[in-house]
């Protein structure tokens, strides 16, 4: 694994070699890609029958039957954990960083070809045992993703609780040592295989946000694991890390003196980062995007470079924002609060230079377009619940309210999820040859920008309105009641949304076969992926080494010949 | 503002695909007898160094988180319901000091010797130009089997660990008995667990002897790993620390 | 497209603005003291982010319309961008959001950083699946001992809470399955759980806190209007989380006296 072999030698031949265990950093990305597609719809699905029980209660469905409380747990915690893990955390990263990091700045492959097969096909198990837990005596956990002890310790706490949550963990555990063999490619990679004259501030913007997403990774995951560990010691091995002196169902449950809130501080230590981890990529490919189809440069790389990595600092310091309402110290919370406004900044520093990135342009409505336009409206109605949240006097209403997933879900749920839309419609070309069948395209789009608005913008007022989180019923807390039709509107823009996403799957795999023939640079881009074949060769450059001359997004230079400049077309652009 | 300077020559990048006769990547000259036309030595040396560096940080990480979930649980007051009264419930573990204190010889001791090996074969790297002119041999040392003794104590040391707990068992003090007797064996048990995976790791840098791997290769996979076992020792001295005078 | 994307990011924004600023769903009646204060955080922050969000997304509209490309517009203005414009930007945006945090603090210090007054009415809170308990500690003021070996939910209050009969303090408290508390005098509520994390959520009175297994945890409020307000569980409990709620019952300070009394009557 150290003495690694790098590309001096001819690709590999037989199916097996190139395809299952294959060692090329663009078939690993695709291996991540779909996984993450497969994670993603069985992801909706769960929150489709979320959706269908929380208005029909008693409806009897097809397969699933009815749906009973605990049921609803499950289906919420493992959409939550299947969703954060293997989509978020894996399509972004794992899929596009790994297909274009190496391309991106140059290199021929990651650092550490083994290893990064290695580490997909952890994940790959990682997810196997996720799903496994589904179908194990007791269900899967439902402890929600967030996985609170004692409710996630006790192995009598609740159905599913039992093999299910330790099946939960496991996955997660194996899921933690999967990222972090990824980090060390990424990093290692950025920082050792850059092409020559590739500085690295004229890396793509993606090329950083997967860098600095690898660091978060590599210092988060850690943490989620040592908490697993515990967890599983807590549950399994009498261990008393999180329990403390208490009774489950009338006994007593053995054991003393832990801390609940210990589980909180660790798991929200990783839980913060991780939420940067699955946006910062989709922030790369919104500017990388943006950029070219606005035909202009990036407005202010430097910041958007700086505020990225203040992103990524500030993120390891916010994380007791979850916790302002446990029984933490209101002087902490204070603390806490203050950062998380700070945090708030880098991000409005990005979306100000979004807008001065097509202020000016000559706007081009592609398909990524759209869903990088889509990206950045998301991201600023998904941002700006963040301040409501952040202070801890308004977070005693809003706390664990529908306010809650109506942020994150904008943020990541959306945004994120555009990020993906908008990086599979960017890159299709290259990594198939093929065009995505544009119609299709901005139906899928319509459909997504308007159905996820219509989703989750009400939230925000259910949770104004005192509707707290996780319940399964809507029957029993009088108050929620006038609240019901609202949830009803929520479950029809659901179908809808759903309903639009077949679209795109459609268009994916049909666009493989039947797609109209991609040129090289059919985007007319930048940067060093466009100047290789499509889709590009086993060693990504054809025997020859990309030499850099320019910055990553040099679009419409006065006295060109063309409105965009390559990064190493050898005319060089000197900036003043 | 910006100036754009059209360059002399060199056409757009569609007809650049084949036949130049660069050298494909930076810092890459013959590649060695494994991988000619690979990175050379020095960038594979760096790289798997760079590797190597970020890998230890996550398991540092994990033992950050521990120390951490160590100290808090150590000054956590917890209700006792009968008083209505926050108590502290902390109960130090009587350690096995005798036993760790030979362990930790025996762990410096391996440090030593792994970094006579490493050196061994950086030499012998050194040397290799000049021992290749046929009827010339530098030097007469014998390959010392530094690496093999370094597996031995490694063994050695894991054998010892696990008489340490075989004592505290003896008191009857196990994982659950209580918190400070479940940090012992968690930290002790992932240091192990991690110190497993550099025996492991000694054995493949042995094997690429067997494999007949060039000695670059080799000196490589050797100096990865002594750098990984170095951490593991001085893991082992920061934990013991912690144990013995955290609590 | 520039025009139809226009057209539907103002459409989306002007909805959802309207439903906010109508209050069509808003937050419920505020019935405490620290109500006033928090509702008023609440507008400054709710009219900043909205001007904010109105501001945001109508620009965006506006530049992918206004810059959309057409056969005859040429090239784009080339433009690597502004330090000036950042600094001035970043700046105004660290003042708002700090300046917010910092506005709304003294409401947060006024809840949190004090304990509750002498004199205020104490009631243990007490969440277990999947029920509230209410302990009043009595005419002695003292809180007798529980120990969670006694707990048989089957008993009644004092069984549900595991009450040591032996102590002599647990003669006279007052174990309910409803929270009464007298108007506008503060209300010391220690929260306790025994099984797994819940909270204590009453949105009239604007309160939250978790209740914590191992922790009793102490905060306050003032009631400031009669009547009954709902409680809700506001942490994930387990199955039974959707149904764990209560009702606090907010009286006159005569009514709450005779309450109580009958209550401890009743224990005779």
């Not at chain 1, 989709?282 to 606005?294: D, E, P, Y």
């Not at chain 1, 933490?328 to 945090?343: D, E, H, L, V």
């Not at chain 1, 679209?503 to 049909?510: E, P, V």
Request: include cysteine; charge should be neutral.
């Amino acid at each position: 694994m150290v003495a690694q072999e790098l590309h001096g030698h001819a690709a590999p031949q037989g199916f097996i070699r190139k395809y299952v265990f294959s060692l090329d950093h663009k078939i690993i990305g695709l291996q991540y890609y779909f996984l993450a597609l497969s994670a993603v719809f069985v992801g909706m699905f769960l929150s489709l029958l979320m959706r269908i029980h929380l208005i029909w209660p008693t409806a009897s469905l097809p397969i699933v039957g009815q749906i009973n409380p605990e049921t609803y747990l499950t289906l919420l915690t493992m959409h939550g954990t299947i969703m954060v893990f293997f989509v978020l955390t894996t399509a972004p990263q794992g899929g596009f960083g790994n297909y274009f990091l190496p391309i991106q700045i140059g290199a021929p492959d990651m650092a550490f070809p083994v290893l990064n097969m290695l580490s997909f096909w952890t994940t790959f198990l990682a997810y196997m045992v996720m799903l496994s837990a589904f179908f194990v005596t007791g269900g899967a956990p439902l402890h929600g993703w967030t996985g609170y002890a004692p409710l996630s310790a006790l192995k009598s706490s609740g159905p599913g609780e039992g093999l299910g949550a330790d099946l939960w963990i496991i996955s997660i555990g194996v899921f933690c040592i999967a990222s972090l063999m990824g980090a060390l490619n990424f990093i290692t990679t950025t920082l050792d295989m850059r092409a020559r004259g590739m500085t690295l501030m004229r890396m793509p913007l993606t090329c950083w946000s997967w860098f600095i997403t690898a660091i978060l990774g590599l210092l988060a995951f850690g943490v989620l694991l040592s908490a697993g560990i515990l967890l599983l010691m807590d549950r399994n091995m009498g261990t008393s890390f999180f329990l403390p002196l208490g009774t489950i169902n009338g006994q007593l449950t053995g054991h003393k003196g832990g801390s609940p809130l210990l589980w909180q501080h660790l798991f929200w230590f990783f839980g913060h980062p991780e939420v940067y981890i699955a946006i910062l990529p989709g922030m790369g490919v919104a500017s990388q995007v943006l950029s070219t189809f606005s035909r202009k440069p990036i407005f202010g790389y430097r910041a958007m470079v700086y505020a990225m990595l203040a992103i990524g600092l500030l993120g390891f310091m916010v994380w007791g924002h979850h916790m302002f309402m446990s029984g933490m110290s209101p002087y902490t919370a204070f603390a806490f609060s203050i950062m998380t406004m700070a945090i708030g900044v880098p991000s409005a520093i990005k979306t100000f230079n979004w807008l001065g990135t097509l202020w000016g342009g000559r706007i081009r409505f592609t398909a990524p377009m759209l869903f990088a336009i889509g990206f950045v409206s998301l991201f600023v109605s998904g941002g700006l619940s963040g301040p409501f949240l952040a202070q801890p006097v308004l977070d005693i209403q809003l706390h664990d309210t529908y306010f809650v997933p109506a942020h994150f879900h904008l943020i990541m749920g959306v945004a994120a999820i555009f990020g993906i839309f908008a990086a599979t419609y960017y890159w299709f070309p290259k990594m198939f040859g093929r065009m995505m069948n544009e119609s299709l395209a901005r139906w899928h789009f319509w459909f997504s920008f308007v159905g996820t608005y219509a989703i989750f913008m009400p939230m925000h007022y259910l949770g104004m309105a005192g509707h707290p989180r996780r319940y399964s019923q809507l029957t029993e807390v009088a108050y929620l009641r006038p609240l019901i039709p609202l949830q009803r509107f929520i479950t029809f823009a659901a179908f809808i949304t759903i309903a639009g996403q077949l679209i795109f799957l459609f268009n994916l795999f049909w666009s493989m076969r039947k797609g109209k023939k991609a040129s090289d640079n059919p985007w007319e881009a930048t940067t060093l992926e466009w100047t290789t074949a499509t889709p590009p060769p086993h060693d990504n450059f054809g025997g020859v080494t990309p030499v850099v001359h320019n910055g990553p997004y040099e679009y419409s230079v006065p006295g060109a010949p063309r409105d965009y400049v390559m990064q190493t077309d050898p005319a060089v652009v000197a900036v003043h | 503002m910006a100036t754009f300077t059209p360059a002399v020559s060199e056409p757009p990048v569609a007809s650049r695909r084949r036949g130049h006769n660069q050298p494909p990547f930076e810092g890459s000259g013959d590649g060695d007898r494994d991988n000619p036309g690979s990175p050379d030595y020095a960038s594979r040396l760096r790289r798997a160094r760079l590797g190597l560096g970020v890998a230890l940080t996550p398991i540092l990480m994990l033992f950050v988180s521990f120390t951490s979930a160590y100290v808090v649980r150590q000054g956590l007051p917890t209700l006792d319901p009968e008083t209505n009264k926050v108590v502290h419930d902390w109960v130090s573990v009587p350690l096995p000091t005798a036993l760790f204190l030979i362990n930790t010889l025996v762990l410096i001791a391996s440090s030593l010797t792994i970094e006579r090996a490493r050196r061994q074969l950086s030499r012998q790297m050194i040397l290799q130009p000049i021992e290749q002119i046929p009827g010339v041999r530098a030097s007469n040392e014998k390959r010392f089997p530094w690496l093999g003794i370094t597996i031995l104590l490694g063994l050695a040391f894991l054998t010892g660990q696990w008489f340490a707990w075989r004592e505290l068992a003896d008191r009857g003090f196990f994982v659950a008995t209580g918190p400070s007797s479940s940090f012992f064996y968690l930290l002790t048990g992932a240091h192990a667990f991690h110190l497993m995976g550099g025996i492991l790791a000694l054995f493949i840098a042995g094997s690429t002897v067997i494999l007949r791997r060039s000695l670059e290769s080799r000196q490589i996979a050797v100096d990865v790993t002594a750098w990984y076992w170095h951490f593991m020792a001085l893991l082992w001295i920061y934990i013991l620390a912690l144990l013995e005078f955290a609590h | 497209m520039g025009l139809v994307l226009l057209c539907v990011i103002w459409l989306i924004t002007i909805a959802s603005t309207y439903f906010f600023v109508a209050k069509t769903w808003w937050l419920p009646h505020g019935v405490s003291a620290a109500a006033a204060g928090i509702d008023h955080q609440f507008a400054i922050t709710f009219v900043i982010m909205g001007v904010v969000f109105v501001a945001a997304q109508m620009t965006l509209g506006y530049l992918v319309w206004k810059y959309r490309a057409n056969g005859s517009s040429g090239r784009a203005g080339y433009s690597h961008g502004n330090t000036k414009l950042e600094i001035i930007w970043t700046t105004l945006t660290v003042i708002l959001f700090i300046g917010l945090n910092l506005i709304g603090s003294p409401i947060w210090a006024a809840e949190r950083f004090r304990p509750a007054v002498d004199g205020a009415t104490r009631v243990e809170v007490t969440g277990m699946q999947f029920a509230w308990y209410f302990r009043y500690p009595g005419p002695d003021g003292r809180f007798g001992a529980t120990r969670p070996e006694l707990e048989d939910a089957s008993a009644g209050g004092e069984g549900a809470l595991g009450l040591d009969a032996k102590d002599p303090f647990s003669k006279d408290d007052v174990i309910t399955g409803v929270m009464e508390v007298p108007v506008n005098r503060e209300v010391e509520v220690i929260l306790r759980a025994h099984d797994v994390i819940h909270s204590f959520f009453v949105p009239s009175l604007r309160f939250k806190q978790d209740a914590v297994p191992g922790l009793a945890i102490h905060m306050h409020f003032t009631p400031v209007e009669t009547g009954d307000y709902e409680i809700a569980c506001a942490e994930l409990c387990g199955l039974g989380h959707y149904k764990m709620h209560g009702i606090v019952k907010v009286v006159s300070q005569s009514e709450f006296d005779q309450w109580l009394a009958a209550r401890e009557a009743d224990k005779q």
